[in-house]
Each structure stands twice: as structure tokens, then as C-alpha cells.
């Protein structure tokens, strides 16, 4: 009877009444509470699963295949190169771009191969399986229910519900479908990420934007290829000056070693002099102010002390005087009156005495003593730092098209315009955020804010919001002028040609900047130059800003990222968070170049134009009605 019940429990499994083959094996453990094939169907109707075989293939699926690995297929080719060597906008889309359609260009899968290739048969996944469905699985219904199986299990019985062996057969059914599902992905992958691909991509995007052009007459092809290469040809003039003279004083260092060392360690021990004798100036000066605001703060204790004893002698009068009012009785109105007339001119004087102040003289802005690093002392040749090469020029011919336009095969669409990606593609217009701040440009992965500085009709002086990066004032030691910094050789050049699209350079102003000398150490400012952008100046950074708390900006991440570590402090102020940044006023002495610190506080003295600490704020003037 117990054998026939089984069988019929088990054929009720199969025909999925769970309930009802509950029932049927609770009736055979009722005459035989000691039965393993009752437990095990019992346990198989909780789940609701038909048999052991399906029981083995849902343990293989919980326990492995929801653990499955992301693989990376990559074309066979620089997807970035061919993209750069074919595609008709270079010049205007940034890196950013580039890397996404890289990306676009790989196929990322899910498997699980790894997992079923390191399966372990001789481990016991379903009591594993039985623990894994409840974190109190001792008190759970499935877990009693096994482990009864367990204790009750004969040899015979194990045959029917051997789940190592049925799991073992499971994963090794499994792992061929996965092997072939794999095989078919990166077979279907491969065909995807072709070079013929990408180049018939490129190729109709190229179409689109030339239709689009044409119709458009937004670019005349022919010129713009002529001012190309007319900018190749003075860009591979100036490259080849500054590499012929890198290359020249390389082979000077070679040859002539002992003499250009001595040149370093005499150069640097004249700088280290200079600023020691400068910084024993400056104590000296610090000495004096604090000597004269001693005095007047001697003078200014006794004036405040001959002005409390007036001021205590007139309040006493007064309150002698009410207090003799008081007393009168209310006939005799004339005494009453010759006391309020006093009392009157009493408070008078009180009020027309002034109250002496203390104007101490302000001490001299502090410059910490930043040391040229000191040169090695090698017996062997070391070899001069090599400059930064100005960068090569690019194609610009998609200013004004829509960026997404480019991007006309539906696979590139979907992988690549995304929401991230147009945040960081060039703002190619202006944007007006509010009446202080305006939006385009890009500089490093970051989209630029300006401030609004002033407003001349139609023309805005703006500056951008933050500190964008950290570069220095001049490449090189010696005595220098904002008219001959590599730093307003580079904003004027590499920075407006790589941040902004023509359009917007069309907008930009070239004016003539005066360039005053230090007003109050009276280095030399140089002379005026024509700028399209600059730093401010000591003046306009006092003038346009209300104070130290207004002249504060926060570094861009890039900018961080480009100042030295052991420079960072100097570079950031703990409290404020702010970065410092150059004036294009001379500071303390020609080998410096003021400054604006973290702060927000104005330097005077600076920096020497060859820290590594010092970051920029590009102003620039605006035409909107372009």
C-alpha cells in the first residue's frame, strides 16, 4: 500500500497537483513515518516542482547561473584611430566623443562559463540550496523536511534522488549551451564591430554632415582646407624652433656638462640669495609697521582715556543736575528751565566730542619663502626638461551642425548620444544662465561657467567661475613681463583654439590691456598688449571684486589633478576651499607674477613665475549681439 501511495504521489507531481501529492505523501509517512521517498516528496510538492531532474536544473540555475561575468569583445583595430584619421568633424569633437564611439565599438556579454567549468561535483548543493532559502533554515519547513530525508535514506533509495550525480549531468548539459550561445555571440559581435563597420558608419555620418553643410552654406570646404594647411605649415615652423633648441641645449648639456652644471648651481644660489635678501626686507619692513603701530597705539590709550574722563565728568553734571530738577517743586518753573537749558548744553558737548580711533598701519602681505628646487649635482649629464610642444592644429568643419546629427547609424545612436556624453561635448553656443553668469566653451571634460564682470553696451568682461587649471606663469626662470609669459602665449593660442568653437571666437574681443607696474612694490608691468584672452590684473581683481570672500574660486577637478602633490597644500586653502590663480601684474620682483590665494586674498608679492602652484581664471571680453 505504502509503494502503491508513493507512485501515485510521484505521478501527482508530475501532473503538477502539489497540493493534492502533499497530501498523498502525508498519508504514507502517516503509516510509515520513517520513509526518505515521502520526505523527498513532500519537499518537491513544497517547491512545486515536479521531479529530481527539475529539481537539479532550478539548483543549477539558483546557484550558478545568476552568477554570470561581463566580457568585453574588442575590435581588432584602434577604433579611436580610424575614428580620428576618417572623421570629417576632429576639429570640433572632443576626446570624450571619441572614447564613447570606442566604446560603442565593443560588445560587452554576459556568461557563465566560469562558473560551470569550476563546478565542484562532490559538493552538496542541495543542502546548500535547502540553507540558502531562509537565514533560520533550522526552523524551516524545506530544511526539516531534508534533513529527515537524510536520516532515514538508504542506499536504494539514493539511487532516485542522487542530485550530485543529476546536478553533475545538469552542468554538463548546460555548459554546452552556454559554450554554443557564446560561440554564436562574438561570431554575431564580431561581424558588428568589423572595420568594415565603423567605416561605412563614418562614411554615411561624413555624407550627412556634407549634405547638411551644402544645404545649409554653412562651410565652404575649399577655404577651410587652405587655412588648415596653412596653420600646419606655421605650426611645424614653430615646432621644429623650439625642438631644434631643446635638441641644441640637450647637446650642450652632453657635451659641455661640467660647465652648464655650474650654470645651474650659480643660477640657483642667485635666485636663493635674492629671495632670502628680499624676505629680510620684508621682516624689516614688518618690523617698522609693527614698531609705529606701537606708537600709535600708546597715543591712541591716552586719548581714549582723556576722552572717558570728559565724557564720565559731562554724564555726572547731567545727572546732578536732573537730580536737582527733581527736587523742585512745581512753582518754580524758571529754576527748571535755567536746568534743562544746561543740561541741554551738557549733552551737547558730550555729543560733539569725538571719540579718538585707532588707524594702525596695515602689515605688509605675508609671502611664504618658496625656494627654487635646488639642482642635482651629477657627474653625469642631466638632460633640461623638455618644453611643451604647441599642439598640432585641427580641421574645423562641423561648427554649427547639431552634434547628434553625426551620429546617424542606430547602433551609434543608442550606444553613444547619451545624456552624460552631450553634457560634455563643447557648448557651441552662448547660453545665458542669468544676469551674472554665462555658459559655453570647454576646457578638460567640463563644460565652462563665466561671470559677469562688467558690461560696456554690448560687450561683457567675464571670467570663469572657477580655477580651470594649474599652469605656470612662464616655463622658464628669468626676469619676465605678461608681454612674454608662455602663459599668455598659451591662452591666447592653444586654450581659446581647443575650448571654443569659430563661432564663438568670432565673439570674442581683442583689446588692448594696460599692463601698470606693481603700485605697491613698483616692479615693472611691461608693455600694453593686444589679448584676446588674459588674467585680470592687481587693479581690475580689486576693482571688479567686493572682497577677499568674492575673489575666491574653487578648483575644477582637473585642476586638482594638475597640481603637484607636494604643492597641493599651497595650491588650496583649507577654510575656503579656493584655489589661487595669477594676476598679469609683476609681483615682488620680475622672477614673480602676483596673485590671487585660495583666500581670496590679493598678493602683492606672489609667486615665482615658475610655481608649480598656480592656477587660472581666463577673462576675456564678449560681444552678445553677434
Keep these: 500500500n505504502v509503494s502503491a501511495l508513493l507512485d501515485r504521489g510521484f505521478i501527482t507531481l ?24 515521502a520526505y523527498m516528496g513532500k519537499l518537491l510538492a513544497y517547491y512545486e516542482i515536479k521531479n529530481a531532474n527539475d529539481f ?9 547561473l545568476d552568477r554570470k561575468n561581463t566580457k568585453t569583445l574588442e575590435p581588432e583595430f584602434d577604433v579611436n584611430l580610424v575614428t580620428r584619421e576618417r572623421y570629417i568633424g576632429e576639429g570640433t569633437l572632443e576626446d570624450v566623443v ?46 526539516k523536511l531534508y534533513a529527515r530525508y537524510l536520516k ?80 600646419l605649415s606655421k605650426w611645424k615652423v614653430e615646432f621644429d624652433e623650439i625642438n631644434n633648441a631643446y635638441e641644441a641645449e640637450c647637446e650642450r648639456t652632453k657635451t659641455h656638462w661640467p660647465e652648464v652644471r655650474e650654470e645651474r648651481i650659480k643660477k640657483w644660489e642667485a635666485e636663493c640669495e635674492r629671495i632670502q635678501k628680499e624676505y629680510d626686507e620684508y621682516q624689516k619692513e614688518v618690523n617698522e609697521v609693527n614698531e609705529q603701530n606701537n606708537k600709535l597705539k600708546d597715543a591712541y590709550n591716552k586719548q581714549l582715556a582723556a576722552y572717558n574722563t570728559e565724557i564720565t565728568n559731562i554724564e555726572t553734571q547731567i545727572q546732578t543736575l536732573m537730580e536737582r530738577k527733581g527736587k523742585l517743586s512745581i512753582f518754580k518753573k524758571k529754576e527748571k528751565e535755567e536746568i534743562d537749558n544746561n543740561i541741554n548744553i551738557l549733552s551737547n558737548r558730550k555729543f ?73 561635448i563643447k557648448v557651441s553656443r552662448v547660453e545665458l544662465l542669468d544676469d551674472d553668469h554665462i555658459k559655453f566653451g570647454h576646457y578638460h571634460g567640463e563644460n565652462l561657467t563665466w561671470r ?18 594649474v599652469i605656470p606663469y612662464n616655463k622658464e626662470w628669468g626676469d619676465i613681463t605678461w608681454s612674454e609669459c608662455t602663459l599668455r602665449k598659451y591662452l591666447n593660442n592653444d586654450f581659446i583654439n581647443t575650448s571654443f568653437s569659430s563661432s564663438i571666437i568670432k565673439q570674442i574681443e581683442t583689446v588692448t590691456l594696460k599692463n601698470p607696474d606693481n603700485k605697491i612694490l613698483g616692479t615693472k608691468g611691461g608693455p600694453d598688449t593686444q589679448d584676446r584672452v588674459f588674467c585680470l590684473s592687481m587693479d581690475e581683481a580689486e576693482t571688479y571684486f567686493k572682497d577677499d570672500n568674492d575673489r575666491v574660486a574653487k578648483p575644477t577637478d582637473y585642476a586638482i589633478s594638475r597640481a603637484k602633490e607636494d604643492k597641493l597644500k599651497s595650491f588650496l586653502d583649507d577654510k575656503t576651499g579656493g584655489g589661487k590663480y595669477w594676476l598679469r601684474t609683476p609681483g615682488s620682483g620680475q622672477y614673480y607674477a602676483a596673485l590671487v590665494r585660495g583666500s581670496g586674498n590679493a598678493d602683492f608679492s606672489g609667486n615665482y613665475v615658475v610655481s608649480a602652484s598656480g592656477g587660472i581664471r581666463p577673462a576675456l571680453w564678449l560681444r552678445l549681439d553677434y
Excluded at 536544473?57 to 546557484?63: A, F, L, N, P
Excluded at 596695515?362 to 649635482?377: A, T
Excluded at 604647441?390 to 562641423?398: A, F, L, N, T, V
Excluded at 559677469?452 to 587649471?469: A, F, P, Q, S
Design 56 to 64: 537539479a536544473k532550478i539548483i543549477v540555475e539558483e546557484i550558478f
Design 98 to 143: 571619441f572614447e564613447e564611439i570606442t566604446k560603442a565599438f565593443k560588445e560587452e556579454y554576459l556568461t557563465c562559463l566560469d562558473f560551470l567549468e569550476k563546478y565542484n561535483p562532490e559538493l552538496d548543493y542541495v543542502e546548500e540550496y535547502c540553507k540558502l532559502n531562509d537565514n533560520d533554515y533550522k526552523e524551516s519547513v524545506d530544511y
Design 152 to 231: 532515514y535514506v538508504t542506499d536504494e533509495d539514493k539511487e532516485s534522488f542522487d542530485y550530485k550525480k543529476l546536478i553533475g549531468k545538469v552542468v554538463k548539459d548546460e555548459t554546452e549551451k552556454e559554450e554554443k550561445r557564446v560561440n554564436d555571440l562574438i561570431t554575431k559581435y564580431k561581424s558588428k564591430i568589423s572595420l568594415e563597420n565603423i567605416n561605412k558608419t563614418i562614411d554615411d555620418a561624413n555624407k550627412k554632415i556634407k549634405d547638411e553643410v551644402d544645404k545649409n552654406g554653412i562651410v565652404d570646404f575649399d577655404s577651410l582646407e587652405k587655412e588648415y594647411k596653412s596653420k
Design 14 to 37: 508530475e501532473d503538477e497537483d502539489y497540493e493534492k501529492a502533499d497530501g498523498i505523501f502525508e498519508e504514507v509517512l502517516n503509516q510509515n513515518p520513517r520513509c526518505a521517498k
Design 452 to 469: 559677469v564682470l562688467k558690461r560696456n553696451n554690448n560687450k561683457v568682461l567675464i571670467i570663469t567661475n572657477k580655477v580651470i587649471d
Design 352 to 424: 560733539n566730542i569725538n571719540k579718538p580711533t585707532l588707524n594702525l598701519k596695515p602689515i605688509p602681505n605675508k609671502r611664504p619663502v618658496e625656494l627654487p628646487p635646488k639642482p642635482e649635482y651629477s657627474e653625469t649629464p642631466i638632460m633640461p626638461e623638455k618644453p611643451e610642444m604647441p599642439s598640432r592644429p585641427k580641421r574645423d568643419y562641423i561648427n554649427n551642425i547639431d552634434i547628434e546629427m553625426i551620429y546617424i547609424d542606430e547602433f551609434i545612436i543608442k550606444k553613444i548620444v547619451s545624456e552624460q556624453v552631450k553634457n560634455k
